[in-house]
Nanobody, 124 residues
């Protein structure tokens, strides 16, 4: 499975941004898809995930209530809608696909396929 992340950019605090992850070349609908992010000098961290059927979603506490993850299996895309952005949301955002069990959902080692990353910068 090949993943292509897009939609990053420079916005001001409080604004919104939508990231997309387009998949090709494999059984996309069978994978859990997640977004991770990595800020300069920091480790990569879990942001959100959506199960293969789109019925269950999970969020890091830091983004809960502000970010929404969704998927369209027919279009093989996953979207991360980000609202009320804060400067601390500044990072490179990566989408990833895998089949993690619930207890390991936030572990990047559980994801087999990764997109190339898209930069999100939030100015104060």
């Amino acid at each position: 499975v090949q993943l292509q992340a897009s939609g990053g950019g420079l916005v001001q605090a409080g604004e919104s941004l939508r990231l997309s992850c387009a998949a090709s070349g494999g059984p996309f609908s069978s994978y859990t898809v997640a977004w991770f992010r990595q800020a300069p000098g920091e480790e990569r961290e879990f942001v959100a995930a959506v199960r293969s059927n789109g019925g269950a979603t999970y969020y890091a506490d830091s983004v809960k209530g502000r970010f929404t993850i969704s998927r369209d299996n027919a279009k093989t895309t996953v979207t991360l809608q980000m609202s009320s952005l804060k400067p601390e949301d500044t990072a490179v955002y990566y989408c990833a696909a895998g089949r993690p069990i619930l207890s390991a959902l936030q572990r990047e080692q559980m994801y087999y396929y990764w997109g190339q990353g898209t930069q999100v910068t939030v100015s104060s």
